[in-house]
């Protein structure tokens, strides 16, 4: 698909008009009685686009979006409604029947299993699940220092606004997996460390995921804009670049929240 990632916003309506129309003829007559619906539920910057590919080896799962980032929110239909400076606030109202219908038609639902990705998800994932029935969630994250400075990198966000986004991502994964009845909790480091042991936790967790493949070079999106990579923990590389003022004003921030960073299994540096 790396094809369409070069084609200008008029020609990707276009696209995504074919797609969305092919695959709805096609769940007329193929559509499965009951699909297994997977979320990714991840902050910006922890890996889910990696994630998301490593997925879409499976012949038996279907993404709603295989371009660019991979993510429901920027498809034609949704973006003006998903992907508004509001998409945050997770008090945001969302008519999420309207959303699945949507989705519905961009998914191959002769699919087993139909994913989706967007990283606003996080905040309303218990609204998600009233909606889309039968939902798995995999709830990714990532050592607070390099999920931070990746995004005062990308974005060039203040260091203390970054700081609290973090602690308010954890804070909804917290929530998620208290309150989700089929979470499965993945780091980034360990995706990017094991992912042979990662593998074996995804397909423990939906078995139909038993034919993922792991030894592919990937083309997420990755600080050294390299076109593909193989799974590689790029932590080391954002840590580096933050300077001690920065860390320490970092951990100022963390300071207070250091019961949830635990949580997480994460420290303070």
């Not at 995504?16 to 991840?42: A, D, G, T, V, Y």
């Not at 990283?119 to 995999?138: G, H, L, M, Q």
């Not at 954890?170 to 995706?191: A, R, V």
Request: positive net charge; hydrophobic residues 35%; aromatic residues 10%.
């Amino acid at each position: 698909m790396n094809y369409v990632n070069k084609l200008d916003s008029k020609k990707r309506k276009i696209y995504f008009h074919f797609i969305s129309k092919k695959n709805s003829i096609k769940n007329l007559f193929f559509s499965k009685k009951k699909n297994q619906h997977l979320f990714i539920l991840s902050p910006p910057f922890c890996g889910s686009t990696l994630l998301t590919e490593i997925l879409s080896t499976s012949r038996n799962l279907s993404c709603n979006n295989n371009i660019g980032l991979k993510e429901g929110q920027h498809l034609p239909e949704t973006h003006n409604i998903l992907f508004t400076q509001d998409r945050w606030d997770p008090n945001k109202k969302i008519d999420w029947l309207v959303i699945k219908s949507i989705w519905n038609n961009y998914w191959d639902r002769s699919k087993d299993i139909l994913l989706e990705k967007s990283p606003p998800n996080i905040c309303r994932a218990e609204n998600i699940n009233d909606v889309f029935n039968n939902s798995k969630y995999i709830c990714l994250i990532r050592n607070p220092y390099a999920q931070i400075q990746s995004n005062i990198r990308r974005y060039s966000t203040d260091i203390t606004d970054a700081t609290e986004k973090y602690i308010s991502y954890l804070k909804y994964q917290k929530n998620n997996l208290e309150k989700l009845s089929d979470t499965l909790l993945i780091s980034y480091e360990e995706l990017a460390d094991n992912p042979i042991k990662t593998k074996e936790k995804i397909i423990s967790f939906i078995p139909l995921l038993s034919d993922i493949n792991i030894d592919l070079k990937f083309k997420a999106h990755n600080m050294h804009k390299k076109k593909e990579m193989g799974i590689v923990n790029l932590n080391d590389d954002s840590i580096s670049t933050l300077n001690k003022n920065q860390i320490d004003k970092i951990n100022s921030s963390l300071k207070t929240h250091q019961d949830l960073i635990e949580f997480f299994n994460y420290s303070l540096l």
